[in-house]
Every structure is written in C-alpha cells, then in structure tokens.
C-alpha cells in the first residue's frame, strides 16, 4: 500500500514542474525579442536620413536647393540639406544626409525647396513644422500628369519618431512654371 501512496505522490509533485522544452523555447523567444529590439535601436541610432528627389517630366531639373528654414520675426535661420542638385528627366536621386539640428531655431523650421526647371522661372516650396533634430526620410517627386506638372513633398520621422503626421509635410503643389507660380 506504501508503494501505491508514493507513486501517485510523485505523479503529482511532476505535474507542478514546469517541462524544460517550454522553458527552454520561452528563454529563446525573450532573447531574440530583446536582440530584436536593441538591433533597432542601434540601426536607428547610427542612420543619418535618408532622402528621394524623382524628376518624373519631361524638363530637367537644372538647380534644385533643399533646406530647413526658420524664418520668424525676421530672424531667418538656414539648415542645409542639399543643394546645387541637378537631375535629368526620369531620373531620381538618392541622398544620404547628417541629422539636422534645428533647436537654435527661434521657432519651428519648414522644408524648403527651391528648384528651376531648365529655361525656365526659378520657384520656392515650404511645406511642414519641424522642431530640434530631423534625421528622417524625405521624399520629393516632381511628376507630369498631362499638361500639369507637380511637385510632392511627404517626409516619415523613423522607427521610433512616428510618421509625417508630426510635421504636416504631406503635400502636392501644382506647378506653373512657364508663370512662376506654385498653387
């Protein structure tokens, strides 16, 4: 009868016990989560930003100027991108760019972009509210639908900033160029 009492003692004491494969299996998925996300944080931490200009016309883009300006009770601040870019019809550009360090800025700073087609009126675009430091993506295209022409400006803040929400740069502008104006 002692025999009988001891086994179901210890088919109890095992049920409690956790199974080592369970354990083993969790322990892997909790270190690769981990690896995971501070693989991110390094990948987010060292990128510089990341920039797009897509010349998708039938003109080519002789000069093309990309900067952050703030521009507040006449106190104009300028933080350089990139300029002198020129960028022949159907082709596109790809930027690498060092973060942007706007918190000397008396107030927010817009994306700017300043372009001339070839023979034609040099025109200006701001477009979003940008505080401290930006190191995200950028994307401009220039595009000709029909007779129009128009410029897109959309920007994305990275991994861990959000989205072009933040800064309200998600925008299409009409392009008169033959007049110079920008709608």
């Not at 016990?17 to 969790?26: F, H, Q, R, Y």
């Not at 010349?55 to 104009?76: A, G, P, Q, V």
């Amino acid at each position: 009868m002692k025999n009988v009492v001891n086994t179901v003692n210890n088919d109890k004491s095992n049920k409690n016990k956790p199974d080592a494969s369970k354990l083993k299996i969790t322990a892997l998925v909790s270190s690769l989560v981990v690896v995971l996300v501070v693989l991110l944080i390094v990948i987010e931490a060292l990128g510089n930003g990341k920039m797009v200009v897509k010349n998708d016309t039938d003109l080519k883009l002789e000069d093309i100027d990309i900067y952050f300006m703030s521009d507040y009770m006449d106190n104009e601040e300028i933080f350089d991108i990139a300029s002198d870019l020129s960028l022949e019809s159907g082709k596109k550009e790809k930027i690498n760019y060092k973060s942007v360090d706007m918190t000397t800025a008396s107030d927010f700073a817009a994306l700017t972009v300043v372009f001339k087609f070839e023979g034609e009126k040099e025109l200006q675009v701001s477009s979003g509210e940008f505080h401290g430091k930006y190191d995200g993506k950028i994307n401009i295209a220039f595009e000709k639908k029909g007779e129009n022409y128009f410029l897109t400006l959309k920007t994305g803040a990275g991994l861990f900033y959000g989205t072009s929400g933040r800064s309200d740069c998600d925008d299409k502008y009409l392009l008169s160029i033959k007049e110079g104006f920008v709608y």
